[in-house]
């Protein structure tokens, strides 16, 4: 499955960033999916609990933040795309093909987890 997929990677950035961090587990972490991107936030949350079994991010809450597309306009410069129009400049409707936000999946914040001192 393409969200388990994502989750995966997701999950081994996040225990990178822990690792160089020290710290043991994360209690949150955030991502920012581009609403052009292919990924659909909900099947990503859905999956990401299997994925994070036995990772440091067990027990993570997941939030996804949806990043709107923006394309650049010839006379309206940039413009948030309508994802039903497709790549078109919602003013006029010229093309524009150029995606300057909104393809993006990436980490944005992570809660690390207090440590836990009576397991210690
Ligand atoms: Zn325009």
Do not use: K, Y
Not at 17 to 42: D, F, I
Not at 53 to 70: N, W
């Amino acid at each position: 499955m393409h969200e388990a997929s994502i989750a995966l990677s997701l999950i081994d950035v996040a225990s990178e960033v822990l690792r160089e961090n020290g710290a043991a587990r994360a209690s949150a972490l955030t991502v920012r999916v581009g609403q052009w991107s292919s990924v659909v936030p909900e099947a990503l949350t859905a999956a990401f609990p299997t994925c994070a079994q036995g990772t440091p991010l067990e027990g993570a809450r997941l939030s996804v933040v949806t990043v709107p597309g923006v394309g650049e306009c010839p006379v309206h410069g940039r413009v948030t795309l309508d994802v039903t129009r497709g790549l078109r400049c919602p003013e006029c409707g010229a093309p524009t093909p150029t995606l300057l936000a909104g393809d993006e999946l990436e980490l944005d914040e992570i809660e690390l987890a207090e440590p836990d001192l009576e397991d210690v």
